[in-house]
């Protein structure tokens, strides 16, 4: 039996004659999809698959399928003759434009036999001698292959070798999925070996010597390994002992590491090439020349044998010595490594004389964190979740190592200054690059957004782990309208409000919304305990608010989101007052969370809460004076002149009496309507006369509390009340056992109580929090409203409470509706998730523009 180890990513092109079964072999061990025949593509473009003259446009076709499957990481394999070299040449072009290598597997079948299947076939017309000239170009080809770029080449000779053959996939070297960590990755070393063994020590490893004392391992008793992320050479005073201690570790299984560019050099040199010896490479080749022949050796075999990147956990984690685009993680090609290598410059230099490097970490859209070096950096900066760790150790910086999964650096400084940099280590790099057109940072410059246009316009299908969501153009569209226009800084906007279902309609008389819906409707849901909650009459304000910088326990948090120190936003991201009412409005909230001892307790420098501001006035005083107000006016202006008419009509005995009836129910309508307005209405002076209703600690720094019950956000809220009671108002709430019919009856009392006095009804949440799911895994709805009667006269008219039009409005259909509350709510979640994990700002941003888009799909506003 034939082995035939193929990577698991590979183009795979199969080669033989006419008849000798290619077809039938990829078949037999491969599936259907990934197999492309040259057949199917000329009846695709010809509807004749023997049409010759079709081949061209056929070739094209395929050619462009292989790219699109290779560029989503899928085998793909070639099903045709490839007996001539120029189209060898086209699939092997394809395969180096997706980084990935080509296979050959050649069938070499015995000429009688491929002869005797052709005439078997009546779709085959061509004479014997076409076959023989097949034959003949196979032969030549055979050789060629491997020179033609073929990587792994399989030749299979005659029946029984190809029917015996077995198909094996590997895995290519920088495959290490498998491997979960824990990790501690180590930035450029460049010959600091005292460094390096003071930073293993603080790390929690144990360095193990050899008879000289020399260190040539090192164990951590948690079992974490260690990543080194190459230029372990060059510059410093102790390149051989750095050596000897990594390959050690190598060697003992308890490192992984990665080629530098210093490395590279040094191996080019050992091997006689002719390199420039320059940046350093003269220390290396002196303290070389002190060691023992066989020690070099080892060196020039180790830094040959090392892979130019790893995928680590699962694809979460790529390592790489100058990074790494997304494209290239697991691929394997000379673009590749170099890149890995050398990362990308822009042809320019900086006032220093050194390239300006390409800005990759600026565009990456990767779900992998990737960690890197190569450039020397004063502090480690998370961009678009890549972070550089060289922070200079040989020039006088630190040694620095992330500790991974848990993102913790850890850093021990340089003893001295070993080489001098040809740029100031405490200048950044990006500070002097150059400006591109239209004001668009050029090459190196720090990009403190990391946004692109591109990552929220158009139709987008997103999978956001809570379940999909597909945004529409149009919708998307009337979102960068918002955002461009009206938003707050991107990075002051890590989350938006959902809206929010009603319950469902009520069968009780007189009322459309009520209590025993919303109970039923979680009781269905299977959900056992709820909180009801006084809906406050207000408008939906989101605070982020962040530690005051001159407090000194606080370490600069405003960083965490760009400048400022906080923002007082609306349910669609506009600034809620604007300018100084905002920033006052943010002074109380902060001196409010320091009294009641939060930033200590949440161990946080920010945090996110989700509020109602009272009165209903102060945010929609327009909106009430131009919609509201207007419908109260004009019948208080029309109502007494038709009743007038009316009362001189039935004094002529004229029969107007029901009609006399209607219009007095109308007055009192609109009575009821004017004065269920006019509860939420009260005058204001700057922030006098305003309150602010928490009722969600949304999240604090490294944590979203979205799983924790509305028992501890309420706490919360109750104790910033009682830092602030003339800011903050308490939310009267109920906790109610379904189950416990008194309980829900004295819910229903408490609600019809509220609702009496003027209050606009409650919210009925899930008690076990914002991410309640129900038996089957589904995400719930996070609260219902159940609005109180008069409070819906605002809503649906003064007269909605008629018999016949309240008859037309239990028809109201709600699915859509709560449709839209669920997909809002699940990408409020997932974005919260994504700040706590730390997310770069785009993957946190493409949510938050989902949920404003979402906001444009046609739902009746009423609900």
């Known amino acids: 039996m034939s082995t035939l180890d193929i990577p698991e990513l590979a183009l795979v092109a199969l080669v033989g004659v006419s008849g000798s079964g290619k077809s039938t072999f990829a078949r037999r061990h491969f599936a259907p999809t990934q197999v492309l025949s040259s057949d199917t593509f000329r009846a695709m473009v010809a509807d004749d698959e023997n049409d010759q003259s079709a081949s061209a446009d056929a070739f094209e076709v395929l050619h462009h399928v292989a790219g699109k499957r290779l560029r989503a990481g899928r085998l793909t394999v070639v099903d045709a003759t490839n007996l001539q070299q120029h189209a060898r040449a086209g699939l092997v072009t394809v395969a180096r434009e997706h980084d990935v290598l080509p296979v050959a597997i050649v069938l070499d079948v015995p000429e009688p036999l491929c002869w005797e299947r052709t005439q078997a076939r009546p779709d085959r017309t061509f004479g014997r001698q076409v076959l023989g000239r097949m034959q003949r170009d196979l032969r030549r080809s055979v050789g060629r292959l491997e020179r033609e770029g073929f990587r792994k080449v399989h030749v299979l000779r005659g029946v029984e070798e190809i029917e015996a053959a077995e198909i094996r996939y590997e895995k290519l070297f920088n495959d290490r999925k498998d491997l979960t960590g824990p990790f501690d990755i180590i930035g450029d070393v460049h010959g600091c070996r005292a460094e390096l063994e003071e930073l293993l020590r603080r790390l929690g490893w144990t360095l193990h010597r050899d008879g000289n004392g020399r260190p040539v391992n090192a164990t951590h008793p948690a079992g974490r390994t260690a990543i080194f992320v190459g230029d372990l050479v060059d510059r410093g005073p102790d390149s051989p002992g750095v050596l000897r201690l990594v390959m050690g570790m190598v060697d003992a299984g308890t490192a992984l590491c990665v080629p530098g560019n210093h490395e590279q050099k040094l191996l080019r040199k050992l091997r006689g090439r002719n390199v420039r010896v320059s940046h350093g490479l003269a220390e290396t080749l002196a303290q070389l020349d002190a060691e023992e022949p066989g020690f070099v050796a080892e060196i020039s075999a180790f830094v040959d044998s090392l892979v130019s990147h790893y995928v680590l956990d699962g694809g979460r984690l790529v390592v790489a010595h100058a990074g790494l685009k997304a494209e290239y993680h697991g691929r394997a090609s000379g673009r590749v490594r170099a890149f890995a290598l050398f990362g990308e410059t822009t042809g320019e230099t900086d006032e220093y004389g050194l390239p300006v490097r390409y800005p990759w970490a600026r565009d990456y859209r990767g779900a992998a964190m990737v960690v890197y070096g190569h450039t020397p950096t004063p502090a480690p900066e998370w961009v678009n979740n890549t972070i550089c760790i060289d922070t200079g150790c040989v020039f006088g910086g630190t040694l620095t190592a992330l500790r991974y999964p848990s993102r913790e650096l850890v850093s021990v400084p340089a003893a001295k200054e070993y080489y001098p940099p040809a740029r100031p280590l405490a200048v950044d790099p990006a500070a002097s690059a150059p400006t591109g057109a239209a004001g668009r940072p050029a090459a190196g410059v720090r990009d403190d957004l990391g946004l692109d246009l591109r990552d929220v316009t158009g139709r987008r299908h997103l999978d956001y782990g809570y379940g999909t969501v597909t945004v529409p153009a149009e919708n998307a569209a009337a979102a960068l309208e918002v955002m461009s226009r009206f938003a707050v800084d991107p990075r002051w906007l890590p989350w938006l409000p959902p809206t929010m279902a009603p319950c469902s309609t009520s069968t009780v008389e007189g009322f459309l919304e009520h209590p025993a819906q919303a109970f039923e409707d979680y009781r269905r849901a299977g959900v056992e305990r709820v909180v009801c909650e006084e809906k406050h009459m207000g408008s939906r304000a989101v605070v982020l608010v962040c530690r005051d910088e001159a407090d000194p326990a606080a370490p600069a948090a405003t960083g965490r989101f760009g400048p400022g120190d906080g923002v007082v936003y609306t349910r669609t991201g506009r600034p809620f007052f604007g300018g100084g009412l905002d920033r006052a409005l943010l002074a109380r909230v902060r001196t409010a969370v320091g009294s009641a001892g939060l930033w200590a307790e949440l161990d946080t420098d920010w945090l996110l809460l989700d509020c109602e501001l009272l009165p209903w006035s102060a945010k929609a005083g327009a909106l009430i004076r131009e919609q509201y107000a207007p419908v109260g006016a004009a019948g208080r202006a029309a109502l007494p002149a038709v009743r007038e008419v009316l009362d001189r009509a039935a004094g002529r005995d004229l029969p107007v009496a029901d009609l006399r009836a209607r219009m007095a129910r109308r007055a009192a309508d609109l009575h009821h309507y004017t004065e269920a307005y006019r509860s939420y209405v009260r005058p204001t002076d700057g922030l006098v006369g305003v309150t602010l209703a928490p009722f969600a600690v949304l999240a604090t720094e490294g944590a979203s509390h ?26 009267r709430r109920q906790v109610v056992d379904l189950a416990d019919e008194a309980a829900v009856s004295a819910a229903t009392d408490w609600w019809l109580e509220l609702t009496g006095a003027g209050g606009e009804g409650m919210v ?45 409005l239990r028809h109201r259909s709600l699915g859509r509706k709560r449709g839209l509350a669920l997909r809002e709510h699940g990408l409020g979640l997932a974005a919260l998730d994504r700040l706590a994990e730390g997310a770069p700002l785009w993957r946190r941003h493409e949510l938050v523009f989902a949920i404003l888009a979402c906001e444009s799909e046609p739902v009746d506003p009423r609900l």
């Open 764 to 808: 009925v949440k899930p008690y076990a929090g914002l991410a309640a799911r129900d038996a089957d895994g589904r995400l719930l709805q996070p609260g219902v409203k159940c609005r109180g009667r008069e409070y819906l006269r605002i809503i649906y008219g003064p007269e909605y409470a008629e018999p016949d039009q309240l008859a037309v």
């Open 706 to 731: 979205a799983g924790r019950d509305h028992g501890w956000h309420l706490a919360m809220a109750d104790r910033l009340h009682e830092a602030d009671p003339e800011l903050f108002t308490p939310t």
